[in-house]
Nanobody, 127 residues
């Protein structure tokens, strides 16, 4: 019933940009925290960025801070990830998911997927 669909991945040169989109249906999108996660071959899945249901809180992995920006358009049930200054290390399958964003300390947060995942979109950055 719940459908989460990512798009926007592709092959880009290092230093380039991509914007990923994620459209969700079958759930009350504007009540869910949402996140982007990625997994590269031979590596564990890692959180990239999360945004609270109302957009008031965001967090980013240290590796992408200053380069990636998460946003959402609740009217369109869509989540975005703007990726700039891409590096070869960003090569991975990127997944969108409903998430739980948790306060763990002063201005510190963790975020984990909550079970509603998209199929992923591949991002490949060439040098």
């Amino acid at each position: 019933r719940v459908q989460v669909v990512e798009s926007g991945g592709g092959l880009v040169q290092a230093g380039g940009s991509l914007r990923l989109s994620c459209t969700a249906s079958g759930l009350a999108f504007d009540t869910y925290d949402m996140g982007w996660f990625r997994q590269a071959p031979g590596k564990e899945r890692e959180g990239v960025s999360c945004i609270s249901w109302n957009g008031g809180t965001t967090n980013y992995a240290d590796s992408v801070k200053g380069r990636f920006t998460i946003s959402r358009d609740n009217a369109k049930n869509t989540l975005y990830l703007q990726m700039n200054s891409l590096k070869s290390e960003d090569t991975a399958m990127y997944y969108c998911a409903a998430a739980v964003l948790v306060v763990t300390g002063y201005n510190r947060y963790t975020c984990g997927g909550s079970g509603y995942w998209g199929q992923g979109t591949q991002v490949t950055v060439s040098s």
